[in-house]
């Protein structure tokens, strides 16, 4: 169960100098096109601090072709982070903690955001059996310690976004995470972590395996949810297949199936995305959607994650496939 002191840093004088804790807390206009990324990685056993903000309002190969971007890899590791600004300029506060976020950000290029974020539900920890239906087997010394720790919020964000002097009011649903545990920075391999919303209605999260390499379905559940009218219930069975152009997830469809027995089909299409480094191991397929369900049209979040170590190694494969 997640606590409100999880909001706060969880390392310890012992702890391995390759300890992460990191905050996402993504957001949109679907209107305008414009996806937001506010993603924070802490490693305070080193004493460092990265932070991206990213604004994406297109497809494209290449990061520098989007609206904005602030990516800064070595500032100092803030003391908490349940109240900390960053000399790049962004804020966050945890009003109440875990459930409410105070996020601003003051950049450049009369770029900046005022935000606030309301849990829409109780975090879903992915390593409580109690909540997530598949934890109890997944954790063990084989289960990817930089999870050790984590869970998902699915927020209604309110506020004002500045985009190089254009104003745009934000009112969305979106999905963002809270990570900590020692992180190694090679030999990842390769997932989905996706969300789907419907309003407040209906939000569908999952984050599953993928071997972009060898096919296009998507692999093994890992842990996800679904929340319906403010109602969470774990996912029990997820599937689903996309098509690439490049390695650019293009659109594809997902089907699950959660503890209740009910089960939920989607489809969804590519509306802007790019390729996302915000620190130099990984790369991300970053991408945003136009969700289909049962009549309703929504949105939602495609990261693809990629490790320079599976590139590397299935590069003639992915290459050939794509």
């Known amino acids: 169960m997640i606590r409100a002191e999880d909001a706060d840093f969880h390392f310890t004088p012992d702890s391995h100098w390759q300890w992460v804790e990191t905050i996402a807390l993504p957001f949109c206009i679907p209107e305008a ?13 080193l004493g460092v601090c990265m932070a991206d903000v990213t604004i994406l309002d297109r497809i494209s190969d290449l ?14 590791c803030p003391e908490k982070l349940s109240d900390f600004t960053l000399p790049n300029g962004l804020t966050v506060k945890a009003i109440d903690p875990i459930n409410h976020y105070r996020v601003e950000y003051q950049g450049i290029d009369d770029t900046w955001f005022k935000l606030d974020y309301h849990a829409l539900h109780t975090a879903y920890d992915i390593n409580d059996p109690a909540i997530d239906p598949l934890a109890a087997d997944r954790n063990g010394p084989a289960w990817d310690s930089s999870w050790s720790g984590h869970y998902e919020m699915t927020y209604r964000i309110t506020g004002e976004l500045v985009v190089r002097g254009q104003s ?3 009112d969305c649903v979106e999905t963002g995470d809270r990570s900590w545990g020692p992180r190694p920075e090679r030999e990842n391999g390769a997932v989905i972590w996706w969300h789907v919303s419907f309003g407040e209605a209906l939000t569908c999260h999952m984050f599953v395996k993928h071997d972009i390499a060898a096919t296009n379905e998507f692999g093994a559940l890992i842990s996800g949810y679904i929340l319906e009218d403010g109602e969470l219930s774990g996912l029990v069975h ?9 390695a650019m997830p293009m659109g594809g469809a997902v089907s699950v199936t959660d503890a209740r027995g009910k089960s939920f089909d989607f489809t969804y299409s590519t509306t802007n995305g790019c390729y996302w480094a915000p620190y130099p191991s990984n790369t991300y397929l970053q991408s945003s959607l136009r969700a289909a369900h049962k009549g309703l049209v929504g949105t939602g979040v495609q990261q693809l994650g990629l490790s320079r170590a599976y590139l590397t190694r299935h590069r003639d494969a992915i290459r050939a496939r794509y």
């Open 33 to 45: 096109n414009i996806n937001v990324i506010v993603y924070v990685v802490a490693r305070p056993m």
């Open 63 to 76: 990061w520098e072709e989007q609206a904005y971007i602030d990516n800064q890899q070595h500032m100092p």
């Open 168 to 170: 745009y009011a934000v």
């Open 238 to 246: 997820a599937s689903g297949r996309q098509e690439y152009k490049g």
